[in-house]
């Protein structure tokens, strides 16, 4: 969630106006069958128990700046936790920088699972090719856990959930980058095109990927 943590609002605002609005709808998701990435940007360390009260699993807690050590303790037990990789590190430290903060995570937070490696904040292209690398190849090294003596229940998904995936893009064989062919919205128009279709089609296809990125960037990876 975009900055709603203290200092950005007061505790009495968390308590009064944001907590009461972004609880229910977490909530409801989960009713629907739908897990929440809470992406915690900031500092959300004031604010842990108030997790608590979120339903078991409902949620991945993503780490920006908080206490990595501070949230596994408050939160591992009903959420599985992601990022946590200094963004600072990933652009101008050194491999071995990187190696060693994702060994620590892994030891620590992610000693006893239901972690999942990753960036504090989303990368930019100021992140260096080789500490990336370096991340992916110590996770490989550090992050093997042993098989689980019992395998936690599949989270229940909705039939409404269900058949609402059918009509993803991926789902109705379209290419990457596509939410409506230029075909299927002609069709929809039911009108004939006046003037140049060659031209209606590129304005088409440049909105329809507009929106696609839009999609893409406000709605999946925040």
């Given amino acids: 969630m975009h900055r709603g ?9 968390f308590a009064t106006h944001y907590w009461p609005t972004i609880k229910p709808i977490i909530e409801e ?30 949620i991945v807690f993503h780490i920006d700046r908080g206490d990595p050590l501070l949230t596994h303790r408050k939160l591992h037990d009903k959420f599985a936790l992601s990022g946590g990789v200094n963004n600072v590190t990933l652009a101008i430290g050194t491999p071995e920088h990187v190696r060693q903060e994702v060994r620590a995570l892994i030891e620590t937070i992610g000693r006893e699972g239901g972690y999942i490696m990753d960036a504090s904040a989303i990368m930019q292209n100021d992140t260096r090719p080789e500490n990336m690398r370096a991340l ?9 856990y042993d098989a689980p003596d019992v395998l936690p229940e599949p989270l229940c998904v909705s039939p409404a959930a269900t058949e609402a995936l ?21 069709s929809e128009l039911g009108v004939e095109i006046q003037g140049s279709a060659e031209l209606a089609e590129r304005v088409w296809q440049a909105a329809d990927a507009s929106g696609c ?10």
Avoid at 31 to 56: C, I, N, S, V
Avoid at 173 to 180: A, F, Q
């Fill in 5 to 13: 943590c203290v200092p950005f609002v007061r505790p009495d605002q």
């Fill in 29 to 58: 998701l989960w009713r629907g069958g739908h897990q929440t990435m809470f992406y915690a940007e900031g500092k959300w360390d004031a604010h842990l128990d108030a997790f608590r009260e979120l339903p078991e699993r409902s």
């Fill in 136 to 144: 992916v190849e110590a996770t490989h090294e550090f992050g093997c």
């Fill in 166 to 186: 059918k009509g993803l893009p991926s789902a109705r064989g379209l290419p990457p980058g596509v939410c409506v062919p230029w075909a299927e919205r002609k």
């Fill in 213 to 222: 990125m839009f999609i893409w960037q406000m709605l999946l990876s925040f």
